[in-house]
């Protein structure tokens, strides 16, 4: 089966400094993947090549097929639309209810989805994440850990085969975070690819899950799932 995503001799600058250097990476289709690392390796970047917000300086990124270092501008929603995106602040749009912040999704990507199609599909997806009953509230009256989780609902709605997230823990206490992760790990099972870049130690040394290392933007560890090890960025941090 091809990957779900590739990089092949991957790197990028932003001007004199180069954020990732000659990466090479493929995860598999329903592949869940830790990206660690200092501030500064090089995580957000790698993210960011994968959804086409930026293209790299040097080699080539595969994404469900999609060669993402070469899209044209007018091609990128074909590449959005197979990749849900869950970012740390959530990114909910606060004057819309979660069911209309999720329904949105749905129809930003696919225009013949018909409101009450897309209103359905979004009451299903919360449910998924385990807010069917808080549908009509609005982002300011969820706590921060469910709106994290009405991002994931809005993220998988459109049953991407990828998702990608970059800190999503960040803003939340340890016990959110790890209901956060177990969603993270069921949408896995639903044969979504998930990569998450994430400082939370505690979380990817305890569910033993393929653990990608960056430092200094060279991949310099990727540990197998299921393999117990000092992260190696932890010596050098
Ligand atoms: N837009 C930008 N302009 C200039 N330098 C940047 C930009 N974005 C990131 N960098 C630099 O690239 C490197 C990697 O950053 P980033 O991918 O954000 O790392 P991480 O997410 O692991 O903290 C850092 O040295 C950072 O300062
Ligand atoms: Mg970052």
Do not use: C
């Amino acid at each position: 089966m091809p990957s779900i995503v590739d990089l092949i001799a991957v790197s990028r600058a932003y001007g004199p400094r180069l954020a990732l250097d000659d990466v090479h990476l493929a995860l598999e289709p329903g592949e869940l993947a830790f990206l660690v690392g200092p501030s500064g390796a090089g995580k957000t970047t790698l993210l960011k090549l994968i959804n086409r917000e930026i293209r790299p300086t040097n080699g080539e990124v595969w994404v469900d097929g999609i060669a993402a270092h070469s899209l044209k501008p007018s091609r990128v929603p074909d590449l959005r639309r197979r990749v849900g995106v869950v970012f740390q602040d959530y990114k909910l749009l606060p004057r819309l209810t979660a069911r209309e912040n999720v329904a949105l999704a749905l129809q930003v990507g696919d225009l013949r989805v018909s409101d009450q199609e897309a209103s359905e599909r979004a009451i299903d997806a919360l449910d998924a994440v385990g807010l069917g009953d808080r549908g009509a509230s609005f982002p300011h009256q969820l706590s921060g850990g469910q709106q994290q989780r009405v991002a994931v609902a809005r993220a998988v709605v459109a049953q991407p085969p990828l998702l990608i997230a970059d800190e999503p823990t960040g803003n939340l206490d340890l016990e959110n975070s790890w209901e956060l992760m177990d969603l993270f790990a069921d949408v896995g099972a639903f044969g979504t690819a998930v990569l998450i870049a994430t400082h939370n130690v505690e979380i990817v040394t305890r569910l033993q899950r393929r653990v990608l290392t960056l430092v200094a933007g060279r991949l310099v560890r990727d540990q197998p799932a299921g393999k117990t090890g000092r992260l190696a960025w932890l010596a050098t941090s």
